[in-house]
């Protein structure tokens, strides 16, 4: 093709899969413990080694892409005479989308001719994922980068984000939840129900007892708002932070009710960067339904 698909590393699929795909991606960045790490999809440091240092109480920080890596990410791709088409993580969650936007007005002057588009994926983690693998295929189906922008543009919000937290110590210490609520919560095992709203904010739905009715919650929230109900035919990908067993049965779950997925569900590890805010025991279903409103 004559442009590159692009995303963020927050896009938490494999270094395989996006090598698979021909999807190129740029790296967040965190700090665990006052060392400075790149957030490349578990290579320098794997995801059990990162998630068992903050059960054991390391601090994490994260920071996004600056301007100046953005500039020197996309300036070999168009300096090959190749288009780009970016999607940034949610700018409800990170203001990386300022920064690949003053990098491609930068760039805009010296290369004239190239088109570099940065989109807003309004999207996080293996959901941001799933846009990028739908882009991949409509790509291959020969869409062109324009239709693929205006393409991406109409429907980034049908990717449906549903998330469980098994330890509120990360939505405290983020001030998600309340110092006093993540002790009363805490007690009682209380799982929040969040999801990724219509403006790419992360927010807590509903305040669930315990991880079965986390887990039940999720699947059933793919059978109200999947594309076609229990029909659905798209692709289903879970991510997890260290908690694979609660992945896989939330995994068993919808693969006995949805009977014509695209294959197997797919679960892979939450990265570096989004782990640092979620912590351990979070499992995250993404999906493809209406869009969202609120």
């Known amino acids: 093709m004559d442009y590159v698909l692009s995303c963020c590393s927050t896009a938490d699929l494999t270094a395989e899969h996006f090598k698979e ?3 190129s991606y740029v790296c ?58 970016h999607l940034t993580l949610s700018s409800g969650i990170s203001g990386t989308l300022n920064s690949a936007t003053i990098a491609r007005d930068q760039l ?6 190239r088109k570099l588009y940065v989109v807003d994926s309004l ?39 549903w998330f469980f937290v098994s330890d509120l110590t990360y939505l405290v210490r983020g001030g998600r939840v309340s110092k006093a609520a993540g002790i009363i919560g805490g007690a009682l ?5 969040l999801n990724v709203d219509y403006q790419g904010r992360l927010i807590v739905r509903s305040k669930l007892r315990g991880i079965n009715a986390a887990m039940k919650a999720q699947v059933a929230k ?26 896989r049965a939330v995994a068993d779950l919808i693969e006995s009710k949805f009977h014509n997925l695209k294959g197997k569900v797919k679960i892979v590890s939450i990265g570096t960067t989004i782990g640092s805010h979620t912590g351990p025991g979070t499992v995250a279903l993404f999906f493809w339904g209406g869009k969202r409103v609120d």
């Not at 805009?108 to 001719?113: A, M, V």
């Not at 095992?189 to 129900?193: A, F, M, N, Q, R």
């Open 21 to 23: 795909r021909d999807i």
């Open 28 to 85: 967040f960045h965190f700090n665990i413990d006052g060392k400075d790490y790149p957030d490349d999809l578990g290579i320098s440091y794997p995801f059990k080694d990162f998630y068992a240092a903050m059960a054991k109480g390391a601090m994490t920080k994260t920071s996004q892409v600056s301007v100046g890596e953005y500039v020197d990410y996309f300036e070999p791709i168009l300096k090959e005479g190749k288009d780009i088409l």
């Open 108 to 113: 805009r002057d010296k290369y004239p001719d």
């Open 123 to 161: 999207a996080a983690s293996a959901g941001y994922g799933l846009v990028m693998n739908k882009l991949a295929d409509l790509r291959d189906s020969g869409m062109s980068i324009d239709e693929l922008y205006e393409w991406v543009i109409e429907h980034r919000l049908e990717c449906q984000h």
């Open 189 to 193: 095992k209380i799982c929040p129900l």
């Open 222 to 247: 793919m059978e109200e708002l999947a594309e076609n109900g229990l029909d659905y035919d798209g692709d289903c990908y879970i991510s997890n932070s260290d908690c694979y067993d609660e992945a």
